[in-house]
DNA sequence: CGTTACGCTTACGTCTGCGTCAAGCTGACT
DNA sequence: AGTCAGCTTGACGCAGACGTAAGCGTAACG
């Protein structure tokens, strides 16, 4: 069963990154690709780590912090402590992902207002011509 | 009415920043702290701003990006064509945020089953006396 | 009145997350 | 064989967001 292995332009025309950014996330350990002579050959574990970088990031976490996330949702792991911490570094990341969840609510709402006040603000500022202020 | 004004240490204080961080908003114009001599003091409007500030940097929003926005919450600005602006900036971030909340739901799901994958796991791996693989 | 504490400015240092050459190697056409 | 695209490894560059150290002013305390 010979893994369906993919260049690294197939990637990047993937999931829109750069190959500079994959030599980067490489250099960090975030990636694993297998060579072919000098060249880099990506397997669908990278392609799900990628993803899974890729969205860690747009929730402001570091690639450090997401290096030590990606160990929980490797499967390859089979060392205790290791898995613990990264269970714990798991829960600790859930957490903080609903704090800030319900904290974008919160500003949600308040810059909803904000808008709706500024907007008719700017109404009136065009078109003074209303009952406003006396 | 005399204002409230507090000094810089008090700033950091009360909101866990350093001196440096409010001298560089100063800097790049996000606060105007009053002088006393050489020295700095922070009205309401500053401590007002600052948790926006801090808010908006939870959110990955850059500092500059925060910069227009507070134009919204500012009272102070009667001048049309930026009002516009930062209302339209304004609606952009909203966008932006509520896009980020629902993606942000989506991983906590997920994040949820992998953890409860992992708990059920590392029982198995503590105490493998269960129902498991034969 | 000395010293300790805090504040100010100026300026260079640092870390992250890549962008951007430079220089060389490969493999595939032609 | 030439050459051209595409890959490789360095190595340096850069913007954002501060950290940090130097050197100075000042205010309060014993």
């Given at each position: ?13 993937v999931y829109d990154v750069t190959p500079r950014t994959l030599r980067f996330y490489e ?48 499967t390859s792991n089979q060392n205790l402590p290791q898995m613990t911490r990264a269970f ?47």
């Amino acid at each position: 069963m010979t893994e369906k292995l993919i260049t690294i332009r197939e990637m990047c025309d993937v999931y829109d990154v750069t190959p500079r950014t994959l030599r980067f996330y490489e250099a960090k350990e975030l990636l694993f690709p297998v060579r072919q002579g000098t060249r880099r050959l990506f397997t669908k574990r990278d392609q799900a780590r990628l993803k899974l970088i890729l969205r860690g990031k747009r929730f402001g976490f570091s690639l450090e912090d997401i290096r030590q996330l990606l160990d929980l949702y490797d499967t390859s792991n089979q060392n205790l402590p290791q898995m613990t911490r990264a269970f714990e570094l798991g829960q600790e990341r859930l957490a903080d992902m609903v704090r800030q969840r319900d904290e974008l609510n919160e500003a949600i709402v308040e810059l909803e207002q904000q808008l709706e006040w500024g907007e008719q603000l700017l109404g009136n500022m065009r078109n003074p011509n209303s009952a406003a202020a006396e």
